[in-house]
């Protein structure tokens, strides 16, 4: 299995793509999951995330908490999607496993130093704050990453924050740019390609039909999060943007895309953490992330449907 660290912001995708992790241990070894500030609050955030975890039965799992403000700006979150809690929906108890002591930037510094140079993945599915302060503070580590698989951006069908922009790049551009510069390999998971494989009926029923507590769970939060998108573009169901990131790991075939240059807006108010990003290959700049164009969404599900059954 690929050793892994879940960056995240929880969130009801998040909580899918840590329970797809959980739930394939043949694929991934999940070393630990640093939470983040973004869709909620950073207290918000780390205990959602030891919510999934004890959800999952896997109460031993590492969670850090890590930065709670972007690198330069005020934070922005998204409770009009996600809810007040970050995982609203169905009724949840508070968790009872311990947050670990380590700040999660620490956790990040040192598990790539000590684990043999090349081996592990980072899953960023929230803002890029704790990665991006792991690089400034430890630019030894950048060249011991594996590979970095995020869910950020957005090209031809733009932004879900502001009319150019996605949340987890708006939320911390600068973040973002450290990260896209870094000459890791990327691979990204925009919005254009999430929004091909929307949640419907038969795919949430999939879920609730599994009998257990983990399926009723995630056809609760799905339902919620529908909602939002069902207002918003009148689509017939959601976007899980996160599991995307965990099903490349798991399954790359279920996606395609191309090694193109993707570069973050910084500067302009108007289109400020835009992921310029060069499809058609006409800035002659070198390539720099995979950008995934296309997802087999059948076997998207039918990968969420099978592992999750195992929970
Ligand atoms: C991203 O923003 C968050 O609201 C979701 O969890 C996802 O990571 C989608 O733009
Ligand atoms: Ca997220």
């Not at 594996?146 to 922009?165: R, S």
């Not at 790359?252 to 895309?257: A, H, I, M, R, T």
């Amino acid at each position: 299995p690929r050793k892994i660290i879940i960056d995240t912001d929880p969130g009801q995708d998040d909580a899918v793509a840590i329970l797809l992790a959980l739930a394939s241990p043949e694929d991934v070894e999940l070393l630990g999951i640093t939470a983040v500030a973004g869709n909620v609050p950073l207290p918000l955030t780390e205990k959602n995330a030891r919510i999934v975890c004890e959800l999952a039965g896997k109460p031993q799992t590492r969670v850090f908490a890590g930065c709670e403000a972007p690198l330069k700006r005020k934070l922005v979150t998204a409770e009009h999607v996600h809810g007040k809690t970050g995982l609203d929906g169905p009724p949840m108890d508070d968790p009872t496993m311990p947050l670990q002591d380590q700040h999660a930037v620490d956790f990040i510094i040192e598990t790539l130093r000590n684990e043999p140079s090349g081996t592990v993945t980072l899953c960023p599915i929230g803002p890029l704050t704790n990665v991006a302060t792991a690089f400034e503070r430890a630019p030894d580590i950048v060249e011991r990453i594996q590979e970095i698989v995020l869910m950020g951006g957005a090209y031809f069908e733009v932004g879900n924050i502001t009319p150019a922009a996605e949340f987890n790049i708006y939320v911390d551009p600068e973040a973002a740019e450290i990260v896209f510069k870094s000459g890791v390999p990327l691979v990204v998971m925009p919005l254009d390609m999430t929004h091909k494989a929307l949640t419907t009926k038969a795919r949430i029923d999939a879920f609730r039909g599994m009998g257990t507590k983990v399926g009723e769970m995630v056809a609760a939060w799905t339902d919620f999060f529908e909602r939002f998108d069902m207002e918003k573009y009148g689509s017939e169901g959601a976007p899980l943007h996160d599991p995307c990131t965990i099903a490349y790991l798991i399954n790359p075939d279920l996606f395609s895309g191309r090694h193109i240059n993707v570069e973050i807006e910084t500067t302009s108010e108007l289109t400020l953490g835009m992921t310029v990003a060069d499809w058609w290959r006409v800035s002659g700049r070198e390539p720099n992330a995979l950008f995934i164009g296309d997802i087999d969404a059948e076997g998207f599900y039918a990968l969420l449907a099978d592992r999750l059954a195992r929970l």
